[in-house]
């Protein structure tokens, strides 16, 4: 499976970006679409994830201030981020768990190439 994130890009603090990520390539169901995060030194860190279902959870860093969503006809998943702060500058990573052929098929991770969100005056 392939994934293109975009959306990113250098924002003021208290601004808002939406990061969107495209998977395409031979996929069955997508079980869980998230957004990492990572910064040099650090290990990368879940900032959101949701379920097939509509199930959401995130990190508390940006509990309140982040929605993600997705569009199970696209394979596409966003993240809206409002009111940035310069700690939520990072790498930011798009995921997935899919599947290829079918429900009882192995459950597959894949990584997008990443967007740079820099929050900056």
């Known amino acids: 499976v392939q994934l293109q994130a975009s959306g990113g890009g250098l924002v003021q603090p208290g601004g808002s970006l939406r990061l969107s990520c495209a998977a395409s390539?031979?996929?069955?169901?997508?079980?869980?679409m998230g957004w990492y995060r990572q910064t040099p030194g650090k290990q990368r860190e879940l900032v959101a994830g949701?379920?097939?279902?509509?199930?959401?959870n995130y990190a508390d860093s940006v509990k309140g201030r982040s929605t993600i969503s997705r569009d199970n006809a696209k394979n596409t998943v966003y993240l809206q981020m409002n009111s940035l702060k310069p700690e939520d500058t990072a790498v930011y990573y798009c995921?997935?768990?899919?599947?290829?052929?079918?429900?009882?098929?192995?459950?597959?991770?894949?990584w997008g190439q990443g967007t740079q969100v820099t929050v900056s005056s």
């Open positions: 995921n997935v768990l899919y599947r290829r052929f079918s429900w009882s098929g192995t459950a597959i991770s894949s």
């Open positions: 390539g031979s996929i069955f169901s997508i079980d869980v």
């Open positions: 949701i379920t097939g279902g509509g199930n959401t």
